[in-house]
């Protein structure tokens, strides 16, 4: 009966590092497949963000030119109404 046990276990001993070591390796692999997929997803966002504030400061430039009066008007409004928020009041 010990001989069947030792015969298990000098097996268990030969192919379980190897076992541990391919393991090892799959995770690695696969840690390392999951952080190229990360910065590629994280790159294609960061990507379409910026187009987006692209075309937001195009547009926003077109409207400009289209109604100077009405833009200068609305910074104006803006501004006063910062100063007011930030400012707080002068004895």
Not at 11 to 30: F, L, M, Y
Not at 32 to 50: E, T
Not at 65 to 84: C, E, K, Y
Request: aromatic share 2%.
């Amino acid at each position: 009966m010990s001989n069947i046990g030792g015969g298990a276990q000098a097996h268990a001993n030969k192919s379980g590092p190897t076992k541990k070591s391919s393991d090892v390796d799959d995770i690695r692999e696969g840690i390392s497949d999951l952080g190229s997929s990360v910065g590629d997803m994280a790159n294609r966002q960061y990507q379409r963000a910026q187009d987006m504030a692209t075309d937001a400061l195009d547009d926003t430039s077109d409207a400009i030119q289209r109604n100077p009066l009405t833009a200068i008007g609305i910074g104006l409004g803006a501004g006063f109404l910062l100063g007011v928020i930030l400012g707080g009041r002068s004895h």
